[in-house]
Each structure stands twice: as structure tokens, then as C-alpha cells.
């Protein structure tokens, strides 16, 4: 199983960047998947996450309302619409697998199996 996330940068505040995860995963769909990242010195945290269907997705309050989480079943990838980016969204951002046909929730990262190596978002003032 590989997650392969991408599209992290630099951008100044204000901007929109999009983030992918592509995922090897044999049933994508059966997967929820979530968004997590991780600031210097701080723990990682959650930041959206999406079911298999597409249908329900679910957001941290810190990104409610700027950041839209999607997925294309199809293409096997998660997708991460960042837009109004601030300068607290810096931070290294993982996506996740919670498991193959698990159907229940979680806000943990304790509780997503598989993981991605992460890609940087660096947004500038």
C-alpha cells in the first residue's frame, strides 16, 4: 500500500493550493480518508476527512469554511482545496487510509492505517 501525497509549495497568504494524494490502494473506495498535518513542534492534527462515497466529509474548525476535501474514486486520489491560506496552515500535510471497510470516523491519526510521506505548505505573510 503507498498514499502519494503532492502539491505543497510556498504561497503568500491569501492564496489557494491544491494538494493530491494518489493511493495505491486495491478498494480505494472502501477507504475513508482523511488530511492531517503537522507544524514544527507541534503534533500531528487533523484536518478533513471524506468517506468512501464522497457523500460526508468532516472538518477541523480551524479550516471550515477555506479548505474543501474531495476524492475521485475513479483516478484513486484524494484531493485538498486550500483557499483564504494563512500563515498558521503552514505545516507539512499527510493524507491517510482508515482501513478497508471501515465505516466508522475518527479525528485520530491513531486510527488511520496507512499513511503518506507528506508534502510542505509553507505559507508566507
Known amino acids: 500500500v503507498q498514499l502519494q501525497a503532492s502539491g505543497g509549495g510556498l504561497v503568500q497568504a491569501g492564496g489557494s493550493l491544491r494538494l493530491s494524494c494518489t493511493a495505491s490502494?486495491?478498494?480505494?473506495?472502501?477507504?475513508?480518508m482523511g488530511w492531517f498535518r503537522q507544524a514544527p513542534g507541534k503534533r500531528r492534527s487533523f484536518v478533513a476527512g471524506?468517506?468512501?462515497?464522497?457523500?460526508?466529509?468532516k472538518y477541523s474548525d480551524s479550516v471550515k469554511g477555506r479548505f474543501t476535501v474531495s476524492r475521485d474514486n475513479g483516478r484513486n486520489t484524494l484531493y485538498l482545496q486550500m483557499n483564504s491560506l494563512q500563515t498558521d496552515d503552514t505545516a507539512v500535510y499527510f493524507c491517510?487510509?482508515?482501513?478497508?471497510?471501515?465505516?466508522?470516523?475518527?479525528?485520530?491519526?491513531?486510527?488511520?492505517?496507512?499513511w503518506g510521506q507528506g508534502t510542505e505548505l509553507t505559507v508566507s505573510s
Open positions: 491517510a487510509a482508515r482501513g478497508a471497510r471501515i465505516t466508522v470516523f475518527s479525528y485520530s491519526s491513531e486510527n488511520y492505517a496507512f
Open positions: 490502494l486495491r478498494t480505494f473506495s472502501g477507504h475513508i
Open positions: 471524506i468517506d468512501g462515497s464522497g457523500d460526508s466529509t
